[in-house]
C-alpha cells in the first residue's frame, strides 16, 4: 500500500468533499477518486459512504483513519530521521578517550555538541593507550582523544593536534630530588622504575628506555602499570619513581612532585585523530565544533 494513498485518505476524511481533497492535494477529482476505491479494493472494506450530496466516513473508515493518521506520522519521522542522518545531524558518533588530558575542555565540548545536534547519539568510552591504539586501528571507533606516540604506526588516520606535552619524573615529596626543577634521568639510576605497560604504547615504553640508555643506564622496572593513575598510585606507595606524561598531574595529590626531564626528547602530543576514510557524517560536523572550541583558546 503506497504512502501516498493513505495521505489522500486522510485529506477526503478531513475535507469530507472530493473536490477540495483534490484541489488540496493538486490531483484531478477523478484521480482521487479511483485512489480511494483502489485503498478500499487493498483493504476490502468500505471507507466512506457517498452519494451526489454528501461524503462520509464509515464506521470502518473512522478506524482506518485512526491508523492512517498514525502511520503517517511514523513515516514522516522516519523521513525527518533519515534526511538529518543524511545530512549530519542525527544518527550515532563512538568516540574513545584518555580521562587525564582531556579533563579540562572535554566536558564543554561535549555540552556543545549535544546543544547544536540533539539528535546525534553520543556513545564516549574512555580507554587506555593501548585500547584506543586498537580501536582507532580496527574502525571501532569513529573518533579518538589519545597521544600522538603510536599514531604513525596505524596507516589511514588523520589528525589533529590540540596542544603539545612532554614526559616527567614524578616522584614522592619525601625523595632527596623531589626540590629540583629538572632532572637528568641518570640521576635516577639506582631507583626501581614504574612504567606503563609496553602493550599499552610500544612507542611511550620504547621513548622512556631510549631516555634512560642515553643516561648510560637500563632502568630496574619493578612494576608495569596497565593506566597512569595506577602508576601515580605506586609512586605514592613508595614503589619507586616513574616517567608519565605531564598531563598525568591532573589525577595527583599534593604529595607527589612532577618534574622535567632534562636532556633527551620528551615531547609529544595530544591529539584528536579519525579514519582517513569514513562514511560517519557526524564526524565533521564534530571537528568543527572542537576546532571552534581551541580557536576560543578552550582546550586547556
Known amino acids: 500500500m503506497e504512502v501516498q494513498l493513505l495521505r489522500e485518505f486522510v485529506c477526503l476524511a478531513e475535507h469530507l468533499n472530493f473536490s477540495t481533497a483534490a484541489k488540496e492535494l493538486f490531483i484531478a477529482q477523478p484521480v482521487l477518486s479511483r485512489h480511494i476505491a483502489d485503498l478500499e479494493y487493498a483493504l476490502g472494506v468500505q471507507l466512506f459512504a457517498r452519494n451526489k450530496q454528501n ?28 534526511r538529518l542522518a543524511v545530512a549530519g545531524f542525527a544518527g550515532q558518533l563512538t568516540i574513545g578517550f584518555l580521562g587525564a588530558p582531556v579533563k579540562s575542555f572535554f566536558p564543554a565540548l561535549i555540552s556543545r555538541f549535544r546543544s547544536t545536534y540533539p539528535n546525534v547519539d553520543l556513545q564516549l568510552s574512555q580507554m587506555n593507550l593501548g585500547a584506543l591504539a586498537t580501536a582507532l586501528k580496527r574502525g571501532d571507533i569513529d573518533i579518538g582523544f ?72 637500563s632502568p630496574k622496572v619493578a612494576k608495569l602499570a596497565a593506566f597512569p593513575e595506577n ?49 560517519n557524517p557526524t564526524v565533521p560536523l564534530f571537528l568543527q565544533e572542537l576546532e571552534d572550541l581551541q580557536a576560543a583558546g578552550s582546550l586547556r
Open 55 to 82: 461524503v462520509r466516513l464509515t464506521p470502518v473508515g473512522a478506524a482506518v483513519l485512526g491508523e492512517a493518521t498514525t502511520i503517517l506520522a511514523h513515516y514522516e519521522a522516519g523521513i525527518q530521521k533519515i
Open 231 to 279: 602508576a601515580l598510585l605506586m609512586v605514592e606507595s613508595g614503589i619507586g619513581v616513574a616517567v608519565l606524561p605531564r598531563h598525568i598531574k591532573e589525577y595527583a595529590g599534593s604529595e607527589l612532585r612532577f618534574l622535567d626531564i632534562a636532556g633527551g626528547s620528551t615531547g609529544f602530543d595530544v591529539v584528536a585523530a579519525w579514519g582517513e576514510v569514513h562514511s
Open 146 to 217: 589519545t597521544l600522538s606516540f603510536d599514531l604513525l604506526s596505524i596507516s589511514g588516520l588523520c589528525w589533529k593536534t590540540l596542544y603539545a606535552d612532554s614526559l616527567a619524573v614524578v616522584l614522592r615529596q619525601d625523595h632527596p630530588a623531589a626540590n629540583e626543577n629538572k632532572l637528568m634521568l641518570s640521576a635516577l639510576s639506582r631507583e626501581n622504575f614504574i612504567l606503563l605497560a609496553p602493550e599499552e604504547s610500544p612507542s611511550l615504553y620504547n621513548q622512556i628506555m631510549t631516555l634512560c640508555a642515553a643516561g648510560g643506564f
